[in-house]
């Protein structure tokens, strides 16, 4: 893989896990800080976010996969062309 679209996909799951901790703070501890509506409002946000960051990175590393496959079926038909 390349080390760019790696360090990409690395990036989002790392901040989907600090928004997934950052939640589950606000869920269990939050509400006796904040008001009910802002309660609802970061829960929102945080999970909101690392739904979000989980889908990116899935979505990075699917289209990496089918451009790699493209890569490699154009390499394979390039060899068969020049066998012939």
């Given at each position: 893989m390349d080390d760019k679209f790696r360090k990409r996909i690395l990036a989002f799951y790392f901040a989907?896990?600090?928004n997934l901790m950052l939640g589950l703070y606000v869920l269990f501890?939050?509400?006796t800080l904040v008001e009910r509506g802002m309660w609802y409002l970061l829960l929102t946000f945080f999970f909101g976010f690392a739904?979000?960051?989980i889908w990116f990175?899935?979505?990075l590393k699917k289209k990496w996969i089918e451009a790699y496959n493209q890569h490699v079926a154009q390499q394979q038909s390039a060899?068969?062309?020049g066998d012939k």
């Open positions: 989907a896990f600090l501890s939050g509400r739904v979000v960051d990175a899935r979505n060899v068969k062309v």
